[in-house]
């Protein structure tokens, strides 16, 4: 069993972090030794410095992924130029060399900067070696006959590189790969495709017009990658933005605190485990974050803060949140359509008595029975004034109690087998007995409004 604890308490990201680094020296040795390649003629000590230099300054400014500590940046575009003017060997000291440097300058530890250099020192002799086999000449002298050969290398290189930093992320955060590897890659392909071309023109110009020829390539890049980024960081302040107002209306309320970002995690985590595809999974937890909007306007407000039994006609008003919710997603353009379904069905429950159109089984989208799970969830593990918050065997009882009438069954099984819903939910065995989330919002349906 000590392997096993050795693997769960950071070993297994040492492990794989260990093989990398290994296999990255062991595609440089190749790219010594294979006769085909190690024979090239080796580059100008100038043109080293030149491109190692271009590939160090666009290592510093690099851009953070979308998940995990990972970041990235265009550098690769010159390694891959590197890779067809000067063949594997020179590239991968050009790339090593770089990436070292600029992991160092970020005060990253030394397994840190050994596996930064070797996972792309893997990835780029590994595709120099198939753009070779396709037929690719070294050095680029002219593109006649390049552009398979240099798909080869472009595809070989984008693959290895994204798997290997998607595969640590996973490891490490102890998320599914496919998520990570799709997150940070799937929404950059283009992108990356795109400024792949731009490796292959520096390699021809810098042979054809030397310093010149590369900067008329490299800046152009630069600009490429600005756009991106600016577009990168206004959808990030956009989900800021909803965030802060999500927190402002459950500010009126201290047993609301906290809960939409709750129910968000727990909606996201259910829709993986039902296998969904993952912008349906990120349009869900988008939904469960502003399931309750609506809640803002002040029709509300005294209901809200009231402490004991609702009245019908109280209880009547309670049941137009989704509506008047719905109505506020909808006014968002790119949250028009599933979103706004989601939010607006988030009470129907499964046997068409819920509100507020009476929707069952099918009808009801698979966003809105997520969320009702995640909010009900969510109100039963958090404590009340008249109870306690309930255990993990709890929750799953009630949710069993009622599935097939208010909730949809298919959604309660992926709940019961989801460990990391267990581990939410505070059900693991250290932390029974203690809920997973703060206190949130009074009452609920059976557990949620």
Same mark, same amino acid.
């Given at each position: 069993?000590?392997?096993?604890?050795?693997l769960?308490?950071?070993?297994?990201?040492?492990?794989?972090?260990?093989?990398?680094?290994?296999?990255?020296?062991?595609?440089?040795?190749?790219? =010594?030794?294979?006769?085909?390649?190690s024979?090239?003629?080796?580059?100008?000590?100038f043109?080293?410095? +030149?491109?190692?230099?271009?590939g160090?300054?666009?290592?510093?400014?690099?851009?953070?992924?979308?998940?995990?500590?990972?970041?990235g940046?265009?550098?690769?575009?010159?390694?891959l130029?590197?890779?067809?003017?000067?063949g594997?060997?020179?590239?991968a000291?050009?790339a090593?060399?770089?990436?070292?440097i600029?992991?160092? +300058?970020?005060?990253?530890? =030394?397994?840190?900067?050994a596996?930064?250099?070797?996972?792309?020192?893997?990835?780029?002799?590994?595709?120099?070696?198939?753009?070779?086999?396709?037929?690719?000449?070294?050095?680029?002298?002219?593109?006649?006959?390049?552009?398979?050969?240099?798909?080869?290398?472009?595809? !070989?290189?984008?693959?290895?590189?994204?798997s290997?930093?998607?595969?640590?992320?996973?490891?490490?955060?102890?998320?599914?790969f496919?998520?990570?590897?799709?997150?940070? *890659?799937?929404g950059?392909?283009t992108?990356?495709?795109?400024a792949?071309?731009?490796g292959?023109?520096?390699?021809?110009?810098?042979?054809?017009?030397g310093?010149?020829?590369? =900067?008329?390539?490299?800046?152009?890049?630069?600009?490429?990658?600005? *756009?991106?980024?600016?577009?990168l960081?206004?959808q990030s302040?956009?989900r800021?933005?909803?965030e802060?107002?999500?927190? =402002?209306?459950e500010?009126?309320?201290?047993? *609301?605190?906290?809960?939409s970002q709750?129910?968000?995690?727990?909606?996201?985590?259910?829709?993986?485990?039902?296998?969904?595809?993952? !912008?349906?999974?990120?349009?869900?937890?988008?939904?469960a974050?502003?399931?309750?909007v609506?809640?803002?306007?002040?029709?509300?407000?005294?209901i809200?803060?009231?402490?004991?039994?609702?009245t019908?006609e109280?209880?009547?008003?309670?049941?137009?949140?989704?509506?008047?919710?719905?109505e506020?997603?909808? *006014?968002?353009?790119?949250?028009r359509?599933?979103?706004?379904?989601?939010?607006?069905?988030?009470?129907e429950?499964?046997?068409?008595?819920?509100?507020?159109?009476?929707?069952a089984g099918?009808?009801?989208?698979?966003?809105?029975?997520?969320?009702?799970?995640?909010?009900?969830?969510?109100?039963?593990t !958090?404590?009340?004034?008249?109870?306690?918050?309930?255990t993990?065997?709890?929750?799953?009882?009630?949710?069993?109690?009622?599935?097939?009438?208010?909730?949809d069954?298919?959604?309660v099984?992926?709940?019961?087998?989801?460990?990391?819903?267990?581990?939410?939910?505070?059900?693991?065995?250290?932390?029974?007995?203690t809920?997973?989330?703060?206190?949130?919002?009074?009452?609920?349906?059976?557990?949620?409004?």
């Amino acid at each position: 069993m000590r392997w096993w604890r050795w693997l769960r308490g950071g070993g297994a990201v040492r492990l794989y972090v260990s093989t990398i680094v290994l296999m990255g020296a062991g595609a440089v040795i190749a790219s =010594a030794l294979v006769p085909s390649v190690s024979e090239l003629p080796a580059p100008s000590p100038f043109a080293i410095l +030149l491109f190692a230099a271009v590939g160090l300054g666009l290592e510093v400014a690099e851009h953070q992924l979308a998940m995990g500590a990972a970041s990235g940046s265009i550098a690769f575009i010159v390694y891959l130029g590197a890779g067809v003017s000067f063949g594997p060997l020179w590239c991968a000291v050009i790339a090593g060399w770089s990436l070292a440097i600029a992991t160092a +300058l970020r005060r990253r530890r =030394a397994l840190a900067i050994a596996f930064n250099a070797a996972q792309n020192v893997l990835g780029l002799v590994s595709g120099v070696f198939v753009y070779v086999a396709l037929g690719g000449k070294v050095p680029l002298l002219s593109l006649d006959g390049t552009v398979v050969p240099y798909a080869g290398l472009v595809l !070989t290189y984008l693959v290895i590189n994204s798997s290997a930093v998607s595969g640590v992320v996973a490891l490490n955060e102890g998320r599914h790969f496919s998520e990570v590897w799709i997150r940070n *890659t799937w929404g950059l392909v283009t992108y990356d495709l795109i400024a792949s071309a731009f490796g292959l023109a520096i390699a021809w110009l810098y042979w054809k017009g030397g310093v010149g020829g590369m =900067a008329a390539v490299v800046l152009p890049v630069l600009f490429l990658r600005h *756009t991106y980024l600016v577009n990168l960081q206004l959808q990030s302040q956009n989900r800021e933005l909803l965030e802060l107002m999500v927190k =402002a209306i459950e500010a009126r309320d201290p047993y *609301t605190s906290g809960h939409s970002q709750r129910v968000s995690e727990l909606a996201r985590v259910l829709g993986r485990e039902m296998g969904l595809h993952l !912008t349906e999974v990120d349009r869900i937890a988008s939904a469960a974050l502003l399931h309750d909007v609506g809640k803002i306007y002040e029709d509300f407000a005294p209901i809200l803060r009231k402490e004991g039994k609702l009245t019908p006609e109280e209880r009547a008003v309670m049941n137009t949140h989704p509506i008047r919710s719905a109505e506020l997603v909808g *006014t968002i353009s790119n949250l028009r359509g599933y979103v706004h379904r989601c939010v607006r069905h988030h009470h129907e429950n499964f046997d068409g008595s819920g509100y507020p159109d009476g929707l069952a089984g099918d009808q009801i989208p698979m966003g809105s029975r997520i969320v009702l799970v995640a909010d009900t969830t969510d109100a039963m593990t !958090t404590d009340r004034p008249y109870r306690k918050a309930l255990t993990y065997e709890r929750v799953v009882e009630e949710l069993e109690k009622h599935a097939g009438k208010q909730f949809d069954p298919r959604v309660v099984a992926a709940f019961k087998k989801s460990m990391a819903i267990r581990r939410l939910v505070g059900g693991m065995p250290q932390s029974q007995g203690t809920p997973a989330f703060p206190q949130m919002q009074r009452r609920e349906q059976l557990a949620a409004r």
